[in-house]
Nanobody, 116 residues
Framework: QVQLVESGGGLVQAGGSLRLSCAASRSTFSINALGWYRQAPGKQRELVAVIMSGGSRRYAESVKGRFTISRDNARSTVYLQMNSLKAEDTAVYYC??????????WGQGTQVTVSS
């Protein structure tokens, strides 16, 4: 079992920035996937950004150039730096972890609200 604890969500004005953090109870060094999804009211959960095994990064088209995913293996923490936030970024953001097996774990979610 992997515990994921997210933090950093909140209310911000459009154009502002937030940084989300997700601390994992297991190493983030050897992973199959590590990243962030989000779910807005009435919509399906969608990929925001993910680090794949080997270190490659994938981003949703809607956040490219504005969001940056990174990790600190010494702290077993993954971050999502979100800049130039828009109202449409409002959602609950979930941390996502797939270790050396195919089993996926999710955090409890953190609310991000962007006011226009």
């Amino acid at each position: 079992q992997v515990q994921l604890v997210e933090s950093g969500g909140g209310l911000v004005q459009a154009g502002g920035s937030l940084r989300l953090s997700c601390a994992a109870s297991r190493s983030t060094f050897s992973i199959n996937a590590l990243g962030w999804y989000r779910q807005a009211p009435g919509k399906q959960r969608e990929l925001v950004a993910v680090i794949m095994s080997g270190g490659s990064r994938r981003y949703a088209e809607s956040v490219k150039g504005r969001f940056t995913i990174s990790r600190d293996n010494a702290r077993s923490t993954v971050y999502l730096q979100m800049n130039s936030l828009k109202a449409e970024d409002t959602a609950v953001y979930y941390c996502y972890y797939v270790g050396t097996t195919t089993e996926a774990y999710w955090g409890q979610g953190t609310q991000v609200t962007v006011s226009s």
